[in-house]
Every structure is written in structure tokens, then in C-alpha cells.
């Protein structure tokens, strides 16, 4: 996975960093957690405060375009986001049988 960098924003007012970013994979499309990872690595930031936003795949095309947001803490990721991109890439719980 090869990541470009094509928006870095810093928001003061919301305490985080707003990334727009081209992905090119080879093979199947990653997973939101695979990216979420390989960009908290990347800008060497905690994986649990970047927040995944917006993915496109291109048809035809090994690349994926989307957005992330970076918080300087939990409180501010909590207070802000919507609560459906919080659950969002977060393992499934097991349902009791």
C-alpha cells in the first residue's frame, strides 16, 4: 500500500489534522482498519484517534481516494464525530447463542 498525501489541514477550532490521501493497493481493496492503521503508523499518530471518513474506489483502478480526520486526544474525537464513524471499522461483537 502506497499512501499520497494530496490535503493536510490543521483544524484549531476541533483540535485535529483533516487529511484528503490517494491509496494504491495491489490485489483486494484494504480493509478500513488496514488503512486506519497503515496512516496512524505513517504519521506516527495513536490508531484509535484517526478517524476514517470517506473511501471511493475507482473502477478499473488499484486506488482508493478518501478522507481522515486526526484528533489530539479521545475527548475532543468523542465530542465531535458522529457516532455511526466511531462504530464504524470497529470489530463486530459476537452475538451470544
Do not use: C, H, W
Not at 10 to 25: I, S
Amino acid at each position: 500500500m502506497d499512501f499520497e498525501i494530496t490535503r493536510d489541514v490543521r483544524n484549531e477550532v476541533l483540535n485535529r489534522r483533516e487529511l484528503a490521501f490517494t491509496l494504491t493497493f495491489d490485489g483486494p481493496t484494504p480493509s478500513r482498519k488496514s488503512i486506519q492503521e497503515k496512516l496512524a503508523a505513517m504519521l506516527n499518530k495513536n490508531e484509535n484517534l484517526v478517524v476514517l471518513d470517506l473511501e471511493r474506489t475507482r473502477f478499473g483502478k488499484m486506488e482508493v481516494a478518501g478522507r481522515a480526520r486526526i484528533y489530539d486526544d479521545e475527548e475532543s474525537k468523542k465530542s465531535t464525530e458522529r457516532e455511526y464513524l466511531l462504530k464504524r471499522g470497529e470489530p463486530k461483537a459476537e452475538s451470544e447463542a
